[in-house]
């Protein structure tokens, strides 16, 4: 089955600052990859998705990127606001498959 | 547009007491309905995941079980919980990829 790893477990930035998140899969066949916010106490909210055959997505400070031949993805926060503090998952989707892969969850920290 | 629900809220079940929790969904017909639990500080676990009436596929054996009795219903019950049980239970729902999740019920188990 798909595995995903994500690194870092714990990040802590300045406000104004960017962040990075990076996750690899395993499983060719993913096609689908999600990114979820969840702050304390709510429920996972989506964010950003990217599909296998773009490279990248942009929604005004979050972009993700997916390279398909390294089997990574990873997501870019600029300009970084203490509202952005909140754990963020990512997930991979092999194509037929309703079944997300998770990440284990990088926890986001912005210092005012 | 979609909502999807979830109560109770919150719960607080001694250790040996059965549980029900409801999840529903309006606005789609015939989604894929998903049951994770997260523990306090960790990731998603899927439990149960359903892609019609009756049928429930199983991740994880426990002691819990799934049913989805209609086409946007979907119930996670346990006949005995555990203090392992304790959670932040979430249901989802999915029509072709994205997934979307419920507010959540939080389960304490005493």
């Known amino acids: 089955g798909e595995n995903v790893e994500q690194h870092p477990s714990t990040l802590s930035v300045q406000e104004g600052d960017s962040a990075v998140i990076k996750c690899t899969y395993s499983?060719?066949?993913?096609?689908?990859f999600p990114w979820y916010k969840q702050e304390l106490g709510k429920r996972p909210q989506l964010i950003i998705d990217?599909?296998?055959?773009?490279g990248e997505k942009k929604d005004q400070r979050i972009a993700v990127t997916l390279n398909k031949t390294a089997k990574h993805f990873s997501l870019h926060i600029t300009e970084t606001q203490p509202e952005d503090s909140a754990v963020y998952f990512c997930a991979a989707t092999p194509g037929g498959s309703y079944i997300p892969t998770f990440g284990r969850g990088t926890s986001l920290i912005v210092h005012p | 547009s979609q909502t999807i629900h979830q109560w109770p809220a919150t719960l607080v079940q001694p250790v040996g007491s059965p549980l029900s929790l409801e999840c529903t969904v309006e606005g789609t017909s015939n989604p894929n309905l998903y049951w994770y639990r997260q523990a306090a500080g960790r990731g998603l676990q899927l439990l149960f995941y359903s892609v019609g009436i009756g049928q429930i596929s199983s991740e994880v054996p426990q002691n819990l079980s799934a049913s989805r009795p209609q086409d946007r219903q979907f119930i996670l019950s346990s006949k005995k919980l555990l203090l392992s049980d304790s959670g932040f239970y979430l249901c989802a729902w999915s029509a072709a990829d994205e997934q979307y999740f419920g507010p959540g019920t939080r389960l304490t188990v005493t």
């Open positions: 990217i599909r296998s055959n773009v």
């Open positions: 499983d060719s066949a993913s096609n689908y």
